[in-house]
């Protein structure tokens, strides 16, 4: 995944974790927080990594992770009904 000056390898498990924590931050967001204030800290499956973003930037993250999410369930049931996927 690349956001910003940020790129980061995720495992599938890892990415749905992060889209899911992404999505609930972008939808209750702290009305404290200025919306172009970098504020919010997400942390990552890495040791000591993690994204500073603006509530601006959490809202375009959870539009990217939701679209990615939704192409990978796609891609999923394509897979399961492909005929070559059984001969694996």
Not at 70 to 79: G, H, N, Q, S, T
């Amino acid at each position: 995944m690349a956001f910003g000056t940020s790129v980061v390898n995720l495992a599938p498990e890892e990415f749905f974790c992060f889209a899911d924590m992404v999505v609930r931050l972008s939808d209750n967001s702290d009305p404290l927080y200025q919306e172009h204030e970098k504020s919010i800290c997400l942390p990552l499956p890495a040791d000591h990594v993690m994204m500073l973003l603006t509530p601006a930037e959490v809202r375009s993250l959870a539009r990217m992770v939701l679209e990615v999410q939704a192409l990978l369930e796609a891609y999923a049931i394509l897979d399961a009904a492909s005929p070559c996927s059984s001969e694996d």
